[in-house]
């Protein structure tokens, strides 16, 4: 048997568990893994059991991605990401292996952004930098600060 053990933000938990406990038995019944969430002084353990090192290396990739811990980006490196959704205030990208970040409409272009639309479509490949993560642990991106010949804030 195998066994894997991840720390997850404690923002993340309900969306790992999932209502009524539904994103966890998912997880179990797709990769054949048992999962335990354990919350102890504050810091959020999450472990995997299994019959192989496959099982537990998936349910411990999809618990990654329900709680959304990336891989670990470094902070100031360039990333090739897809714009998966425009929002009002930014857009939804993804990084790699499905793993999702974030672009805040002031991180588009120097100089104001009336509408993402106008500056962003669904689909479109874009090379940003990562700035670092926000509250709630989504990798934080910019595209201003990929533009060559742009002032560092």
Same mark, same amino acid.
């Given at each position: 048997?195998?066994?894997?053990?991840?720390?997850?933000?404690?923002?993340?938990?309900?969306?790992?568990?999932?209502?009524?406990?539904?994103?966890?038995?998912?997880?179990?019944?797709?990769?054949?893994?048992?999962?335990?969430?354990?919350?102890?002084?504050?810091?959020?353990?999450?472990?995997?059991?299994?019959?192989?090192?496959?099982?537990?290396?998936?349910?411990?990739?999809?618990?990654?991605?329900?709680?959304?811990?990336?891989? =670990? $980006?470094?902070? !100031?490196? *360039?990333?090739? #990401?897809?714009?998966?959704?425009?929002?009002?205030? /930014?857009?939804?990208?993804?990084?790699?292996?499905?793993?999702?970040?974030?672009?805040?409409?002031?991180?588009?272009?120097?100089?104001?952004?009336?509408?993402?639309?106008? =500056? $962003?479509?669904? !689909?479109? *490949?874009?090379? #940003?930098?990562?700035?670092?993560?926000?509250?709630? /642990?989504?990798?934080?991106?910019?595209?201003?600060?990929?533009?060559?010949?742009?002032?560092?804030?």
């Amino acid at each position: 048997s195998s066994y894997g053990k991840i720390t997850i933000p404690k923002a993340s938990t309900g969306k790992v568990i999932g209502p009524g406990g539904s994103n966890i038995k998912n997880i179990e019944a797709l990769t054949g893994a048992l999962v335990s969430v354990q919350d102890k002084d504050g810091a959020v353990s999450v472990s995997v059991y299994g019959d192989g090192v496959e099982s537990c290396e998936s349910a411990l990739r999809m618990v990654k991605k329900a709680a959304g811990i990336g891989p =670990e $980006l470094e902070k !100031g490196k *360039a990333y090739k #990401v897809n714009v998966t959704k425009i929002l009002d205030y /930014g857009a939804i990208v993804e990084i790699e292996d499905g793993v999702e970040g974030w672009i805040h409409i002031s991180e588009i272009k120097h100089g104001r952004v009336k509408n993402v639309n106008e =500056e $962003l479509c669904v !689909g479109q *490949a874009l090379h #940003v930098i990562c700035i670092g993560r926000n509250a709630r /642990g989504q990798p934080q991106m910019s595209l201003k600060a990929s533009i060559k010949g742009s002032k560092q804030s």
